[in-house]
């Protein structure tokens, strides 16, 4: 396999960690002059062994450029470059170290049994860090496009020491490929019915979104049914959730003012600010629950935004007392005189003792 493949699959996590690792030039780590050829497995061996894997590996993080090299003959998983992972492992820490490990397992397909023997020795390599998708938030085409190479390189046979590891790996790489076709299948049910003609079919699509979600925010995924992983699994994957996400915005405008709560919970699932406009609408929305909900949204948010700011303002004097609880919550992340200055204004003239007490907490944040 070419370099320029390797790269072109690891690409959106490289591009991740560039900051990770640009941190540590900005940081001034101190890094002796080591000569080593980046392109030759054997002079960094040789610098390993002479100065150490952690000297090494300091030459080469702060330059992305040259890190990236490694990695990109890493990943082709050749013998004498994996031997190189092997022995600069011991000196990586942070992105360094993340890097390495999707890297290794981003070979896994064209040198599994060398890839796995790395897990045998135990010197830096889990089971887990190899026997898995070395992406973050990948598409799905490479997903599926990565599985299948790894999968028919785990369906070969190995020398004896190495078969039961490689039969653990397959089976743990059919077990995702079978969730994440699951997932795939959830979300294209959710995206249509998110989209239906019936009332009820949208409004209890979302309804089940949102409650997964909160079953996962209340006991992680140990108590959610398989149905509810695979929708709560919908979130690590960028396009499917986008798409997702993109319907639950439109129901934001839903006839039906319980989807139109039910579409705030779960566009608040997600911290994309292009979300922030849409909700904002809803400070004049006729149904009080659902102004409610708006004001509340925005609770613990640092963003200056005058116009969200000044409908915040104008919620404090709503004829619920709700909307005008969740207003000063919401107004209390914005820290500045204009908002100090119209939660004190409000407080003088307000009759509910429980609005004044979520004016006084949101005053002192």
Same mark, same amino acid.
């Given at each position: ?8 699959? +690891? ?10 690792? /640009? $941190?540590? &030039? %900005? =940081?001034? *780590? @101190? ?53 190189? +992972? ?10 360094? /170290? $993340?890097? &390495? %490990? =999707?890297? *290794? @397992? ?260």
């Amino acid at each position: 396999m070419e370099l320029k493949e390797v790269h072109s699959i +690891a690409k959106p996590f490289w591009s991740f960690c560039l900051i990770g690792l /640009t $941190t540590l &030039l %900005l =940081l001034g *780590v @101190a890094t002796p002059s080591i000569k080593v050829d980046r392109s030759d497995p054997t002079s960094i061996l040789a610098a390993v062994k002479r100065y150490g894997a952690s000297a090494v590996v300091r030459q080469f993080t702060p330059n992305w450029s040259h890190w990236e090299e490694v990695l990109q003959h890493i990943g082709t998983g050749e013998t004498m470059w994996l031997k190189v +992972a092997q022995a600069l492992r011991p000196g990586t820490d942070a992105f360094a /170290t $993340t890097t &390495l %490990l =999707l890297t *290794v @397992a981003q070979s896994l397909p064209h040198a599994p049994e060398e890839v796995l023997r790395l897990v045998l020795n135990g010197k830096g390599f889990e089971f887990e860090d190899v026997c898995t998708v070395p992406f973050i938030e990948p598409p799905d085409a490479v997903v599926l496009e990565y599985l299948s190479r790894a999968e028919n390189a785990l369906k070969k046979p190995m020398s004896r020491e190495v078969n039961n590891l490689r039969l653990r790996c397959l089976a743990k790489l059919q077990e995702y490929r079978r969730n994440f076709e699951i997932g795939q299948k959830t979300f294209e049910q959710y995206f249509t019915d998110l989209a239906s003609d019936n009332p009820e079919v949208r409004k209890n699509s979302l309804a089940k979104v949102v409650e997964a979600y909160d079953k996962k925010d209340r006991c992680e995924l140990d108590c959610l049914s398989e149905a509810e992983r695979a929708v709560v699994s919908l979130s690590y994957y960028p396009d499917r959730s986008e798409k997702l996400t993109m319907r639950g915005i439109k129901l934001l405008s839903d006839q039906d003012p319980g989807t139109r709560l039910l579409a705030i919970k779960f566009v608040a699932i997600s911290s994309d600010i292009q979300f922030r406009e849409p909700v904002a609408k809803l400070f004049e929305d006729i149904d009080d629950e659902v102004r409610a909900a708006a004001a509340g949204f925005f609770f613990g948010s640092i963003v200056q935004d005058g116009p969200i700011m000044q409908g915040l303002e104008r919620l404090l004097k709503d004829r619920n007392p709700k909307v005008r609880i969740n207003a000063a919550k919401s107004l209390g992340g914005y820290r500045n005189p204009r908002t100090a200055k119209a939660l004190l204004e409000a407080y003088a003239k307000e009759s509910s003792e429980e609005v004044k007490g979520a004016i006084v907490d949101a005053l002192g944040r």
